[in-house]
């Protein structure tokens, strides 16, 4: 790249990484249900995903996660990338009904990786490896529901995985995934 194209764009469409979550992120949601299914039966998990539709479970467990989901993107960029939060706009795209997290400013790329990654391993991993070993089935589905909406961050981390440590990358302001800056 030279300076007439100072950028590499990382990014897609939010209509393709959403179809792509799909492809990213189904398999593992598929994986993980079976894995329960497999221990505690499907019956179970029925009752956790019917649960998890409970108006009252929806306004106290599922709309305070998606908060949170955001939340831990800003912590992790914040805290690995040694920012203030207050370097990280967090906010509701109303168009779109899409809440975001966006850093303001170019960060390492490893540090956008600990960020974009952090909201599936702390909601939807970590919460199905409990809700498998201990027959959770509404922490199960929340934990399932909560690993598909961080599959738009598994698509953003598929986008970037060749990038080299050092670079630095600006999160794109409309579209998922971010720019890579040139060195």
Known sequence: MGPENPVQDRS???????????????????????????????????QGVWSLLEPSVLLLAVLPGVLAHELLHALGWAISARRPLSAIRIGVNWRGVSPYAHPKDPMPVEAYRIGAILPALVMGLLPAGVAIAMGKPLLMAWSLFFLFTAGGDIVVLWLIRDVGAGRLVQDHPTRAGCRVLDS
């Open 12 to 46: 897609v469409s939010m209509l393709t990484a959403n179809l792509l979550v799909l492809l990213s992120t189904g398999p593992l949601v598929a994986a993980l249900g079976l894995a329960f299914v497999a221990r505690w039966g499907g019956a179970a998990l029925a």
